[in-house]
């Protein structure tokens, strides 16, 4: 009789191929053909492993699994569809019926004690067969706990597919219902910059998926600004290279452009503002919800807004006081792009430029990193998982490591960075803003208001960084030659500063003078042309008090906000087996999005924010202290 573990192989083959439908009329498969690669019985032989496998000689698993299928013959197991023929022909073959009914059983634990007794007092020729049978017997079972395995994750995957469905019923409702709110009055998106690389990159890109979800009303107006002279076919072929799918066409006949001298001429606004008056519906009688986004230079932003407020905002708007319109009321939103200026004192200079026009709750500025899913998701992992809220202090926390690696270059865009550098574009917004959130104290509601109140409480106690804590740098070539240096980048190379020291790297340590944060080390890290694109948290613990196991690994949570985006848990475990217990090693408690939620679409943190601000809630837009005590 043929061993169980050859059973066990052709139960598990079986499976495989039916699961790839591979079985044809009759019962027949396909043991081997050039012309079918990977959808005939010996690549599936390989590719679920029930042969030896070689990574460097497919000539060897070839064999091996000829070797296989030909002791599956010779078992009667597997049988030619035309007769006895042997497992070379390249041929159709076929399972035995009831060969199932012909493996030898598996004892239970009753019978494997009866046999022991009668082991003991057998010859040594038939303790070894008896050892032989139980461990067949144990790869048996072993090969049915991976079929049960597979049906847990048929199971996994029904159960992701159900809660995908009922996530995207709630969210299309919520679309349908702020879709029904925005049409009360028209809705008009005003793009400044139109003509630039943001806007046709970001901007627009993220206008069109809210359109495809069906956020936008109907009537939606898209009215682009800036002083490039375009035609409408030349406008619509710039903003559209990024774009897919079955809606761009009905999506750019509700964009329109309107070419003005500059951003500062007062007589381009006014033809502006009768511009979209003629584009906007007569239905609604003059009533309009505007948002104006600035994806302009940021030396145009108070030009910008002083006449946004002049020629953009309506009468309805202008009579409203406070920082509250009515709901009765339209509005105007104005989205602004960072940076927002070079220090404490120009920020300042702007924020108090633009409050002047414009109230701070018609103000959105915007870090689109507090868009992306896993900074979002860092105030829920921490405020509804009661198990953190007694570790998250500095009797526990070692430190915190706050990360983000480009592996990208300038690749000729030198003019914004040469002027900005590491510690302005991406230290001061990006990875402060993330730092608040994981020190931030659990606010008294989920409000706007009252999340950026705990954030800026947090900025409040933040030391400023000191040199001795602080190492920069600038990337120069590569070793291999593949990428230049910074200042042999052709758009640093032929500015007026070729001789540039912009910093392209920064790492400093932070410290959080609270409470909760005392002497905790916030390590912050950001740089261009690194090995590798990645940002990431990780919270890691001390080990101080493990008098059992001193020599143990740190416990870690990371976060990994992109790419691929994950959360883990570090944790020491005992390794399988006969391992002592004297000894810990480290495992992870892994959710890693695409493999427990299944395939999903994330959206852009671009198209979030536009969502928001069309909402009205400036929950992921930083205010204006926040911006001040960052700086």
Known sequence: MANLDLYSKAVVLEEQLQSHNLIRNRGAFRQYSNSFAGKDAMQVMINSKLVPISVTNKLENQEAAERLGADLVTAGIIKHVKGDKKFKSSMLFHFVPGFKDKAPKVVDDASALQSNEVAAKSSSA????????NSEASMYNLRLAALADKKHENALETRQQQEAAATQKQTRHLFTELQ???????????????????????????????????????????????????????FDQKISLKLKGDCVEPFLSRCTYFAGKGYDDDESYAKLAQFIASVEDKKYNGRSNRVAYLATPPTVFVSCCQRIKKYLKNEDEQKENGDAPSSSSCWLRVIIEKPFGKDLASSNALANSIASFLTESEVYRIDHYLAKELVQNIMVFRFSNVIWDAIWNRKYIRCVKISMKESAALEGRGGYYDEYGVIRDVLQNHLLQVLTLVAMEQPCSLRAEDVRDEKVKVLKCVKPMQEQRTVVAQYGASEDGTQVGYREDASIKQSSNPNSNQITFVQTVLFVDNGRWANVPFICKAGKALDSRNTEIRIQFKNDGLCLFPDANFNEIVMRLQPNEAIWCKVNNKAPGFARFDQAQSTELDITYKNRFGPLKLPEAYTRLILDALEGDQSLFVRSDELQQAW
């Open 126 to 133: 038939s303790r070894h067969s008896q050892s032989d049978n």
């Open 180 to 234: 029904q709110t925005l049409s009360r009055a028209a809705c008009t998106v005003i793009v400044f910059g139109a003509s630039g690389h943001l806007a046709k990159t970001k901007t627009y890109p993220a206008l069109y998926d809210l359109f495809c979800e069906g956020v936008l009303p109907d009537d939606v107006n898209i009215v682009g600004f800036a002083r490039s002279q375009l035609s409408k076919t030349e």
